[in-house]
Structures are given as structure tokens and as C-alpha cells.
């Protein structure tokens, strides 16, 4: 199995002695508290997960700089996103050496993680810009991961973390969120080597299947990690438990036994586009996988980022030998008219729009509300009875 | 979370480094082979799995009599059985010092596992039969557990192992088959303290689906542990998938989200009634439960064992102190028509066998296999469905 990133073994920073866990959870009732921002808590169960690994916690203003700038922490670690802890307001902890992180997403704030605080330091405003220029390659503020970056305070709270449990994650996805260490155990409890990822927060059609079988075949992995955002959604997109009845119907009717592993991680999107790409790819190796497929416009929004985008990244800012795994490249997939199979858009040039089964998201919603099968060159009927079932309900 | 048996943490004897997994395969290539019988190779999948906690191998002689005898090994450690690696023929192990151990479930009987050999020891016939008698309370050679066990040859290969993969059980059950280490994570994360285990190798009907419930509203615990036996079945019996599937079902519809886990090991019934019941308590320490369900005639076979033995061994024969888990005492379950609910026969004394929905298996088994449907007293409708389906599926 592929090493994780930055050291020989995962180090995730969840508590995994029990004694232990239970302990520091007595401590925090007793420490100066900090109400995290959203994704900071998000960062947290990343860390707590393995995913972010090397990282002991939070970075500090030079370590955030660097990331956002060189994709390198001031020691030199190859990170291409800061992880920070921000806020709007540190003056309850101010000189504080120990704080309890509290958890802003679930009912009454419960301490999520306890941080040893190195410093405490204030981005300027021509920082904020830059890091959010080099993060999201524009400033706009329309942008809703411009926005979510610049909206939760310019104090930076670094140090070492101990996370304590999962937020709400564990609790409401208890089948499919499961941590970089389980993933990694496993991998290696199934006898696979090799395993390509597939990243994912929608319910997945044929073109996304073969994409998965392409990628597997290609790339001759043992197995396929279906790994899908359990994050915060934005209205209208599918709920993560129809969209996870979806993908395992999907995988129990149409895949070959033991070749797909289901399973979801607790982050929030960016929208980062291309600096998204080399962090989901940068999550995947800390889980296992030697390979990530990174498709037209991956993490991106709106029309900021160029189709190819994140894949010409890791050749373009990713300096050599900064992370083991490697991205297959993929284009759109589609169901070919002409040749009676799904096909990469780019391996057709002849190809023109009618010789295509496609279908936007706006008419398949359309389609399946008014009780309308979808092709079954579109969607497998199985997974397209589920999101009818969905959609029908919503109408009521 | 409860600790293991016999250690402040688990010991799980599957080699989970990469790379020294690796270099053991490549030198087992090289090493004198032993083709193991079923039972010693179910051993190695539950030592490797850390249900076997504190056990570093397979017992010696004096170990293994010992069990038999008093449930301790000569060092004092408790253990209910013998874990042994037995063979009929030892003639290509001769004087090695370190042999490979080749699976006999698997097709081509790959290397499960590496023992250094510490001694070959041969039983008399005497001490298999005391052994016998110990462990199965009768020498009947009838009785299918008495059978096995002394089927397998006489010498007794003793010393440590190291486990490379956990033989079918990964590949054919990659959903359900968990080790006890993967449960202590999986508990961990979800934030649970006390786990309730139900040890099945059945589909459940509403008896066992209560039974559950019960047990988890008793004993105030987090959560409940489906633990189902992945082993080689009895012809007639349900398929795993099958039963997985009907389990699965009834826990989605029924239960509470986030309170039951359900898993499977990788191990052989013995029907050694009472002494596997505590068996049964012992692995599911190892996995982090605090209290196991034990029935009328747990682990029973036939008429060997007296209704109630395996819940009066915890008393008469188990030292106080050697075991944390705790058991929770049941007699059977079902449908009282007098109170309209599924309750405990041993609560209502004066019910008569008419007040009771009971049916046997085989009226079952006709039933599904004519289409007939189940009393929604006995079982749930979409449980039912499953086995019809299956039954169905038999007849033609």
C-alpha cells in the first residue's frame, strides 16, 4: 500500500486511547473555550481522521502564508490549502496556553477537540487577499468559497491538536463516514495493494460507473474507493442517505464482489478548484490510494477554473516528488450513440453533440419528479427508481 | 470502552505493517509448509483478528490440557478452549523452526500465517478423550463438535504466529466481516462507552429483533453489536448473504439510527454449549462489548446441554475476575398473545403454549417455500420477503 503523506505511518489525531479520550474530555470542562467556525471544525475531523496527516494541528500565520503561496509550510511540508483555525473574536482565550475547541455544527457545542495554543495572530488585509487570490485564483466575492474563506475572522489560532470524537459525522453517517486510518486497515484486511479513488457528492449515473471501471481497469488496481463529501450541502443537491442508497445499489448490481469499498469523509467543499484537486488527491494517498481520478473540473464552480484546471496543477504547481500518488486524468464520460458504450468525451473527436446520451441536472430532476423513466444509457434503473422515489416525495 | 482480555490493548496477530506483511509472504515461500485442518486455520483468522486477545499462538500441550481442565493456560491465563493447530501428519514440519501455515479454505492453499514451532507434541488417547469430555461434556461421537475434534490428527503444533490475511472471509463477506480491533475503532468513533453483543448465525426474526431492544434498554448501553458466525455452514442452513441481507433489513426499518453495528467473524461453530458460550463472552471483550446476550441453549446442539447451562458455567465454572464482560441472561422470546408483545417466557409463567406465536423451523421453511406469508407477530414483513425469496428460489 501507498505510504501516507509526509511520514512512514498514519498519525491521526483522534484519541484513540480510551482512558485517555476520556480523561482530556474531563480536562476541557475546565479550560478557556473557543467556538469553532465551520471549517475549522471541519479541519479538525480531518485532522482527527489521519487525512491531513503530517500535520499536528494548526498552522501558524507563516506556515498558512506558505501553503497558500509555495504550497509548503514553513518546515517545508507540502500542503496545498492552509489548515487554520480562525475567529472573529479570541478574546476569551486571550493568554491562554490550553483551550477547548467547541463544535459549532452540533446541538449545544460539545468540545470537539483541545488545542495547545502557540500563538494567536491577525492576518492583515492584503494577506487575507492573497491567500484567497493564490487559494481560489480570484477574489470575487460571489465565489461561495471566497466567501466562506473571508467570513469567519482574521485571527489564526495555531497549535497542536487531540481531537475527541467526529462531530456530527460518525452519528449520522454510521456506515459510510469512516476514517483515513480504517480505510488504510481496511485495504489491508482485504489483501488489496493498489486502489484508485473516486471522489464524489452526488448520487453516480452509467457515466460515472464506467468512469470507475475505466479508471480500475487502466490503471490495474485491486480495488476502487468510492469516497464521498459528507459535508454541509447546498439546497437542491441530493440528501447524503439517498445519494448513499444510490452508489450501493450501484455497486451491489453492477460491479464485480469485493472490488468497491463505500465510504464517505466529513469536510465541507471549497470550491477551490485545482488547489481542491491536489488536496483530495493529498487525502487520498493518507487513506491508501495510489491514484486519484480527477475529471473536467473537479471541486470547481461556476466558470473560475478552466476544464483541465486540476489536472494541469500537479504538473504546474506541484513540484516533483511532493506526493506518491498519482491522478488519472479523465474527460467527461457519456454514452456513445455511435459505438453503444460509455466513452471518454476526449477519446471522440468525431463525436458531435447528438451522438451523445446526455441529460442536464435540471431536466433530470424535471424527468424524475414527473414520474419519467431516465435512459437507461443515462442511469442504471435501479439508482434512478431511488432518486424518482426522492423526487416524488419532495413534490408532496 | 471495556478493555481486552488479558492486556491494557489489543494484540491482534495480523501483521498490519506493509512491508513486513510483504517481506513475510516472500519468506514463506521458502519455509517448510503444513497444510492446516479447518479448525486450526479458523484459529489463525481469529487470532489474527484480535478476538483471541491475550494469546500470541497456538497452545502447547500442557496449555491446551490445562484449558480443558481448569480454562487457564500453565502461565494462568483464562481461555475457555484450547486454541491448538492440530495435524494428523507432522512428517514435512520435521525439526523446522519456523513453517509456513497453508489455508485449507482457500482454493490453492495459500500461506495464512507464519509460526515459529516451539515444540510438536503428540496427545494420547487419553487425554484427547479427557480433553473431549472437558470441553464438549460428553464423547459422543455424534455430537458434530466432538466429531471435528477429534478428526484432526494428534500432534499439536505449538508457538507463536504472525497472520497474513484473514482467508475467505475478507474476499466473500467484505461488508460484514470486521475484526475485533476494526469494532474497538468503529465503537470508538461513534462516541459509544457500552456495547451490548448478540451472537447469531441466523436471520432474525421479532423474537431476536426484542431480544436486542431488551437487552440495550436494561443495560442502559450506547449500542448494539450484531455479531454474526462467517463460518462454513450446515446444509439447510441460510446463506450468509442471504441472512446479512434479512439482518440488515430489519435493523434499517426497526431500530433507532446509530445503535447497532452489524458485523461478523471468521470462525467454525464448536457446539460446545456452554464452554463456547463463554468462549463467546471472552471474543466479544476483545471487541469492546461489555455484556453478551446469552439464550436458552447458546451454542447447543441437539439434547447434550441442559437449557440454562451455558448461564450457570459463568457462575460454576468461570473464576470470579477472569472475564469484565458481563452477561445478559435470556430465555427464549416471542409473542404473547395475552399482552400483545414480544416477551421473555420465563416472565410469564402463566402462559400456556397457546398463548405464545411459535413456530417451528420447518413450518417456516414450508411456509416461505409455498409463498405463504409469516405472522407479522413472528416476523417482520421485509424480513419474511428476503427468505421467501430465497426459499422460492431453492424450490425450482
Redesign the interface.
Known amino acids: 500500500?501507498i505510504k501516507p503523506h509526509g511520514s512512514d505511518?498514519l498519525n491521526p489525531l483522534?484519541v484513540?486511547?480510551?482512558a485517555k479520550?476520556a480523561a482530556l474530555k474531563k480536562e476541557a470542562a475546565g479550560l478557556p473555550k473557543l467556538l469553532m467556525c465551520s471549517a475549522g471544525a471541519a479541519n479538525a475531523v480531518m485532522l482527527g481522521s489521519g487525512y491531513f496527516n503530517p500535520l499536528t494541528g494548526f498552522m501558524n500565520k507563516a506556515d498558512a502564508l506558505g501553503c497558500a503561496k509555495n504550497l509548503k509550510t514553513a518546515a517545508g511540508v507540502f500542503f496545498p490549502v492552509p489548515v487554520v483555525n480562525m475567529a472573529a473574536d479570541v478574546s476569551a482565550i486571550k493568554g491562554a496556553k490550553r483551550i477547548a475547541l467547541l463544535d459549532p455544527n452540533v446541538e449545544g457545542n460539545p468540545v470537539l477537540a483541545i488545542q495547545d495554543v502557540v500563538a494567536i495572530e491577525e492576518f492583515t488585509a492584503d494577506e487575507m487577499k492573497l491567500m484567497t487570490q493564490k487559494i481560489f485564483r480570484t477574489e470575487d466575492p460571489e465565489h461561495p468559497g471566497v466567501a466562506a474563506f473571508n467570513s469567519v475572522g482574521k485571527f489564526c489560532v495555531s497549535g497542536p491538536i487531540q481531537v475527541l470524537?467526529?462531530s456530527y459525522f460518525?452519528?449520522?453517517f454510521?456506515d459510510t463516514?469512516r476514517?483515513a486510518?480504517?480505510i488504510r486497515?481496511?485495504i489491508?484486511?482485504?489483501?488489496w495493494e493498489t486502489v484508485v479513488a473516486f471522489q464524489t457528492r452526488n448520487p453516480m449515473h452509467r457515466a460515472h460507473e464506467e468512469l470507475c471501471r475505466m479508471a480500475k481497469q487502466d490503471l490495474k488496481t485491486d480495488g476502487i474507493l468510492i469516497h464521498m463529501l459528507l459535508g454541509k450541502l447546498k439546497k437542491g443537491d441530493i440528501p447524503a442517505d439517498v445519494r448513499d442508497a444510490c452508489i450501493r445499489k450501484m455497486v451491489e448490481a453492477y460491479f464485480e464482489?469485493?472490488t468497491v469499498?463505500v465510504t464517505g469523509y466529513g469536510f465541507d467543499m471549497l470550491y477551490a478548484g485545482p488547489r481542491e484537486a491536489v488536496l483530495h488527491a493529498l487525502f487520498r494517498q493518507n487513506c491508501g490510494c495510489a491514484y486519484l481520478i480527477v475529471g473536467r473540473d473537479h471541486a470547481g464552480v461556476g466558470s473560475y477554473y478552466g476544464p483541465f484546471d486540476a489536472q494541469t496543477i500537479f504538473n504546474e504547481e506541484v513540484p516533483a516528488g511532493s506526493l506518491d500518488i498519482k491522478i488519472y486524468e479523465a474527460d467527461h464520460t457519456a454514452w456513445s450513440k455511435k459505438l453503444n458504450k460509455v466513452i471518454m468525451m476526449k477519446d471522440a473527436p468525431d463525436h458531435t453533440k447528438d451522438d451523445w446520451v446526455m441529460l442536464s441536472g435540471t431536466k433530470v430532476r424535471a424527468m424524475l419528479a414527473a414520474g419519467e423513466a431516465l435512459p437507461e444509457e443515462f442511469s442504471r434503473p435501479e439508482v434512478a427508481a431511488i432518486l424518482m422515489k426522492y423526487y416524488q416525495s419532495q413534490e408532496g
Open positions: 500500500m505511518t483522534f484513540r486511547d480510551d479520550r470524537n467526529f460518525a452519528a449520522e454510521p463516514f476514517t486510518y480504517q486497515d481496511e489491508a484486511i482485504r489483501g464482489p469485493n469499498m
